[in-house]
């Protein structure tokens, strides 16, 4: 129904920025709740960030509030993950969720059905 690819991952120094994007295809004339994951090497998956089926709600990890932002651009079918500030505990892979039922946002993965392959991010110290 819907298919997501992430891109805009590399590698960057502590305390600087990057700019994950999330390409959605398919049935994009439907509005989908949105958000961020990372899985560091040995850990769980986790939360970064969400963002309401229409945009009106955000959410974000306690970890990464203050630094990072999520936005969308509805014509192009575009979400992003703006990082700054980026610390080595941010380094991991990075992937996009989407699920068309979420009210507000939720921050439990199995919520979302859709995911894209993730793209990594590495911060060196």
């Known amino acids: 129904q819907v298919q997501l690819v992430e891109s805009g991952g590399g590698l960057v120094q502590a305390g600087g920025s990057l700019r994950l994007s999330c390409a959605a295809s398919?049935?994009?004339?439907?509005?989908?709740?949105m958000a961020w994951f990372r899985q560091a090497p040995g850990k769980e998956r986790e939360f970064v960030a969400g963002i309401s089926r229409l945009g009106s709600s955000t959410y974000y990890a306690d970890s990464v509030k203050g630094r990072f932002t999520i936005a969308r651009e509805y014509a192009k079918n575009m979400v992003y993950l703006q990082m700054n500030s980026l610390k080595a505990e941010d380094t991991a892979v990075y992937y996009c969720a989407a699920d068309p039922l979420i009210v507000g946002v939720r921050k439990e993965s199995n919520e979302y059905d859709y995911w894209g392959q993730g793209t990594q991010v590495t911060v060196s110290s």
């Open positions: 398919g049935r994009t004339d439907s509005t989908y709740a």
